[in-house]
């Protein structure tokens, strides 16, 4: 067995699959591979703040109990001994689960998500819950309970730049301290976050992954995705928590992209064209890459995205306020500290000082929109039109994809924010349709460049083979993604 010096040096660079070749060929083994992601948390995870509970001690437990089923010449499943961060708005058994919320500070659950007890299932073991934003409400991690701090800062030489709504999970990625994570994905969560890190994110089409033992922000927009650290990694994870778990993904990548019809839409590569050379510049690349590979490339228009923005917040916040009105400090969560008898002969002032100290800024925004739709006549009306135009905009994705097999979608228009497409982000939720994030470059300021390509409901396969055949490609040329450079920014 290799010493713990030389593992130590490659773990952190190593994908799923080179995990479990050094198990099954006994070069190290799990508990070693654990010990060593624990001990890179331990020493630099409180200058990133990406976790709220790290699970130190199961963790090394499940480790030994793998490394002996592996000794007794047992299966240990597809992910056996490979480390998992989860957000902390999906439950996990025996382990906080805060929802990076006052609200929930103490909860512990009885169960698992059923995303989660599949990958247990397969051989996963947990090593930490990471932060969010509250909720999962909002677009960045200021004023929740748990500030996480982001990897993305760092890269910015030093800055502390919050990110946006999984930002402890895929800042854990790139940082080297776990190989995947399950996160929720909500107003392009999982791709933002992934292309803000230079990692894989799938966010899955609505439905494809059970969202039982998901905390709900919005329950018809919420959903379950994935980060890795490449697309053979992604594809293996979503195989085993996709509900039609017959479906091998990992069997497809091979296939290439020959006769696909890529949509290449010229609203936004216009827009991108004066605003970031650098990413218009990467969109060509990939563009060349897929012509050469035997894909058919062309413009298309885009859905039109008026009124979607306001459409996802009615929708967003009157889901929210009615999921988010059990918190009252007598059936969930935080509870004021009043005296008992007081609390007893005013318990309406018991709960809004519950709510109140409990809620951040965002939570309570939320609230209030939500009530106001859901409790009078004027935001009755208002949720009735965003329901119709929520139905136009899937209907308009629909159409769009008889006329191509993935549309090819920048992520971020600039290096700071989300910009035009944010929206588009969000149309994609409000149509339920998947998507994934590959990274494809950097910047002149050594920021990762992500490219986002869209299918048609359930054609994950179809997306993850187009992300697959980009990545070898740009693997034949020498590029290393962040998570192989992490030790130069951290």
């Excluded at 929109?369 to 009755?380: F, P």
Aim: proline share 3%.
């Amino acid at each position: 067995m290799k010493s713990q010096n030389m593992m130590s040096n490659n773990v952190g660079e190593m994908t799923i699959s080179e995990l479990a070749e050094g198990y099954r060929y006994r070069h190290f083994s799990i508990r070693e591979t654990v010990r060593h992601y624990l001990e890179r948390i331990a020493k630099l995870d409180e200058g990133l703040g990406t976790f709220i509970t790290v699970c130190k001690e199961t963790a090394l437990r499940e480790a030994e109990k793998l490394d002996e089923g592996l000794s007794r010449g047992g299966d240990i499943g597809l992910l056996g001994g490979i480390p998992l961060v989860v957000a902390d708005n999906i439950c996990t058994r025996g382990i906080r689960t805060t929802c990076a919320s006052r609200a929930l500070e103490d909860f512990v659950p009885s169960y698992d998500a059923a995303a989660v007890e599949r990958l247990k299932a397969a051989g996963a073991l947990i090593i930490g819950k990471t932060g969010l934003n509250e909720f999962a409400i909002g677009a960045s991690t200021e004023g929740t309970a748990h500030q996480a701090a982001c990897f993305f800062g760092n890269l910015r030489k030093g800055s502390r730049a919050n990110g946006d709504l999984t930002c402890g999970s895929a800042a854990a990625l790139a940082a080297g301290f776990a190989p995947l994570a399950l996160s929720s994905g909500t107003r392009g969560a999982v791709t933002l976050s992934a292309a803000f890190y230079g990692l894989v994110g799938l966010k899955p089409t609505c439905g494809a992954v059970s969202r039982y033992g998901l905390i709900p922000f919005t329950s018809t927009l919420d959903q379950i995705g994935l980060m890795a650290r490449d697309t053979r990694d992604c594809a293996l994870a979503f195989q085993i928590i996709r509900n039609n778990v017959n479906t091998s993904d990992t069997e497809e990548l091979s296939k290439g992209v020959e006769g696909l019809r890529i949509g290449i839409p010229k609203e936004l590569t216009e827009c991108i064209r004066e605003q970031n050379q650098e990413l218009a510049a990467a969109i060509h690349k990939a563009i060349r890459i897929y012509e050469r590979l035997g894909a058919e490339v062309g413009e298309m228009s885009l859905p039109p995205a008026d009124g979607c923005l306001s459409a996802y917040e009615i929708i967003a916040s009157a889901e929210a306020g009615s999921n988010l009105a059990r918190y009252d400090g007598m059936h969930y969560g935080y509870c004021s500290d009043m005296p008992p008898d007081e609390a007893e002969h005013n318990l309406n002032e018991m709960i809004i000082r519950s709510r109140t100290e409990s809620f951040g800024m965002e939570v309570k925004r939320c609230i209030i929109l939500g009530t106001y739709v859901l409790s009078t006549e004027h935001g009755a009306a208002c949720l009735r039109k965003a329901v119709q135009v929520r139905r136009r905009v899937q209907n308009a994705w629909k159409e769009a994809f008889r006329h191509c097999d993935l549309m090819l979608l920048p992520v971020l228009s600039d290096s700071n924010g989300f910009s035009v497409t944010d929206g588009y982000a969000m149309m994609m939720d409000m149509a339920g349709i998947p998507a994934v994030t590959v990274p494809c470059g950097f910047s002149s300021s050594a920021l990762p460049i992500g490219l986002q390509l869209a299918a048609d409901h359930y054609k994950e396969g179809r997306l993850l083979r187009a992300a697959y055949s980009l990545e070898q490609e740009l693997a034949l040329t020498g590029f290393r993604p962040v998570w192989k450079e992490a030790d130069r920014f951290v």
